[in-house]
């Protein structure tokens, strides 16, 4: 893989701040969370600590609300130049990262706490999950074993959505997957109207072409104002997942519907055992080859550690 950037070298178009140069930077400019917003935003992921919370997430929040208020601004003035009133557009946030890393906890909490601001209430959150090729289709193509790869997406019915969106539509509608029954939920559909955010949460947001097929000639991040990429270790991401595998065996792996029922009563080194197999084969595969060769097209690097506490911070030069 050739990598032109990296976020460390003296002249990376990033520029790196630990956690604690970042909690520093705009401790005046972010209203306090009230007792009511903390334990929404435990709701989310109870191990998140309040710390976090405060010193990682609230001037992130910050940081997108001042770049989505100069984006409103833009919109204003373009509208004075063309003398006419164009539509509202969302601004548009990408999150990428690998399986398992921690994305739709991240946008969960960005959203929570982006909502917040008065010229930006209505913050959407959508997975590319949903569009990803039902099993039936990913069956017929010989790729069930691929689900999360460029190839098990219908990338052109996701760009024809993010353009409606951009476009100023104002209401739009999105497929269904379910972690659950591991498949699109045939008839259901995610309503997004009026919005003045939307997160795209998904491994395959700053993907710009397909295993060996011809480069399309627009991108899914071409439609983002902004685009995060959650990094960690890769042998903390794997961790994560046979660890989130193993809860999953007391909760949905229960449920009569999982697809995985058939795993809520193995025990911790069968489960582990199986989980490994699956992430070796998809997972991490998907991750050398598909999702990391994308990190640094990201505006933001997010570095976690271990206990899934952001450790530093990448943010690209404007
Ligand atoms: N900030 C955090 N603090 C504590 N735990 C976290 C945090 N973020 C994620 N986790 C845990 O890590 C695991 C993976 O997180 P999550 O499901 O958000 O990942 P994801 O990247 O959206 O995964 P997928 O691509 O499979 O949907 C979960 O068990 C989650 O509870
Ligand atoms: C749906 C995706 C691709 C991404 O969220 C992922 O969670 C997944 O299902 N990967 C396939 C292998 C697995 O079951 O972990």
């Not at 191990?47 to 001037?59: A, F, Q, T």
């Not at 760009?159 to 045939?186: M, N, Q, W």
């Not at 960690?232 to 029922?261: G, H």
């Amino acid at each position: 893989m050739i990598s032109y950037y990296s976020a460390h070298k003296p002249y990376s178009p990033y520029i790196t701040l630990n956690k604690q140069e970042w909690a520093a930077l705009s401790p005046g400019s972010v209203q306090p969370l009230s007792e009511q917003e903390i334990s929404r935003l435990q709701g989310i992921n109870e191990n998140i600590s309040i710390d976090e919370v405060s010193s990682v997430y609230l001037p992130l929040s910050r940081l997108l609300n001042l770049y989505t208020t100069a984006s409103q601004d833009l919109h204003s003035v373009t509208n004075l130049f063309l003398h006419k009133k164009t539509s509202k557009v969302p601004y548009i946030i990408g999150m990428a990262g690998s399986v398992a890393v921690g994305k739709s906890t991240t946008a969960r909490l960005i959203q929570a706490l982006l909502s917040r601001w008065p010229n930006h209430p209505k913050v959407e959150l959508l997975t590319t999950d949903g569009f990803l090729y039902p099993n039936r289709v990913l069956e017929e193509k010989g790729i069930m074993n691929r689900k999360g790869f460029p190839e098990s997406y219908d990338t052109s019915k996701l760009i024809r959505f993010l353009a409606d969106l951009k476009s100023g539509v104002s209401e739009v509608s999105a497929p269904v997957y379910s972690h659950l029954v591991y498949d699109i939920v045939e008839g259901e559909r995610q309503v997004i109207s009026n919005p003045d955010i939307v997160i795209v949460e998904g491994i395959n947001v700053l993907q710009v072409a397909n295993d060996g097929r011809e480069i399309p000639e627009v991108f899914v991040s071409d439609f983002f104002d902004f685009s995060i990429y959650v990094d960690a270790k890769e042998d903390d991401i794997f961790n994560w997942y046979i660890e989130r595998f193993k809860t999953l065996r007391s909760t949905a792996f229960k449920d009569p519907d999982s697809y995985f029922r058939k795993y809520a009563d193995l025990s911790d080194e069968e489960a582990e055992r199986v989980a490994e197999k699956i992430w070796k084969e998809i997972n991490e595969v998907n991750l050398h080859r598909n999702i990391l060769p994308t990190k640094h097209r990201a505006d933001l690097i997010l570095h976690k550690g271990k206990n899934h506490g952001v450790e530093s911070l990448h943010l690209r030069k404007k």
